[in-house]
């Protein structure tokens, strides 16, 4: 459910996004090694064929990412991060029109490329700008929504041992300090993600989950990235790709707790709980 202060809208390409239901935000990785075999797409009919069925089954959002961020992923260059985003976006742009891209990327000058030259909407930062100091002059200059998502670490380190004391009020701290800066470069459209399996523990993860509703007090939308990941399978001892039930049931705790968007892997069964989620308050 949206709370009363949190801000209702985002400009996403000069229209207008409103948050009067939860949306839907479809993955697409064009990564040889994400974590869910399921979500790779890597060859031309493959990039087709999957922003079709984001389309078709309802999705409000294209999320594309070429740099896999599972827990000891391999760095990649920023030469074939872009390389994968080109050859990706090059064939969504002469297929598809007025899509909203969002491109998952803790890089500046690749945000600022896919941007000014593809035709994406949407930054969307695993690092909230940690892991590169441009990022908020880059998003402020571009004028963009900016997803930004709490992690400890990096991709490489980050389920090592992550330690906190109260996991809530410091991933609230982080956010807070965080959007100060960019409000005071000009940011208007902030969206924040607590980052779900980045530097938490299974029994943290689920800490956030309870108390997701404490994060409305920052008034700025909550996206949640829960799909698949291996605090539904480890919990439950299946694999991911058993784990389609588990992601519906901790994604309607989400939406209960104040999520505004979904990101997943799993669009048409995300939208029927979206407008079952929406229809609650009217009946």
């Not at 039930?245 to 029927?272: C, F, P, S, W, Y």
Request: aromatic fraction near 6%; proline fraction near 4%.
């Amino acid at each position: 459910m949206l709370d009363i202060n949190t801000k209702k809208t985002i400009n996403c390409n000069g229209k207008l996004i409103n948050f009067s239901k939860p949306l839907i935000m479809g993955i697409m990785n064009i990564t040889p090694d994400s974590f869910f075999e399921g979500s790779r797409y890597n060859s031309e009919r493959e990039i087709i064929d999957r922003v079709q069925q984001i389309i078709n089954e309802g999705g409000d959002i294209v999320d594309i990412g070429a740099y896999s961020s599972r827990p000891g992923a391999k760095n990649i260059s920023e030469t074939e991060e872009l390389d994968r985003l080109t050859f990706a976006l090059n064939i969504i742009n002469k297929n598809f029109d007025n899509l909203i891209i969002s491109v998952d990327t803790f890089r500046s000058n690749i945000a600022r490329i896919v941007v000014e030259n593809y035709n994406v909407a949407i930054i969307n930062d695993i690092s909230a700008g940690e892991l590169d100091g441009q990022m908020f002059e880059v998003i402020s200059k571009l004028n963009i929504p900016y997803i930004m998502m709490h992690m400890q670490g990096n991709p490489q380190n980050m389920q090592n041992n992550p330690i906190y004391g109260d996991i809530i009020q410091e991933i609230t701290l982080f956010f807070t300090k965080r959007i100060k800066k960019l409000q005071l470069l000009g940011v208007k459209d902030i969206i924040i993600d607590p980052g779900f399996g980045f530097g938490k523990t299974l029994e943290q993860n689920y800490e956030i989950l309870k108390h997701l509703k404490n994060f409305k007090i920052l008034e700025l939308p909550i996206l949640v990235g829960l799909s698949r990941k291996s605090m539904i399978y480890n919990l439950l001892d299946i694999s991911p790709e058993n784990s389609l039930n588990g992601t519906t049931a901790a994604n309607t705790i989400a939406l209960q707790n104040g999520a505004n968007i979904l990101r997943v892997h799993d669009v048409k069964e995300a939208v029927q709980l979206s407008i079952i989620e929406s229809t609650l308050p009217n009946l």
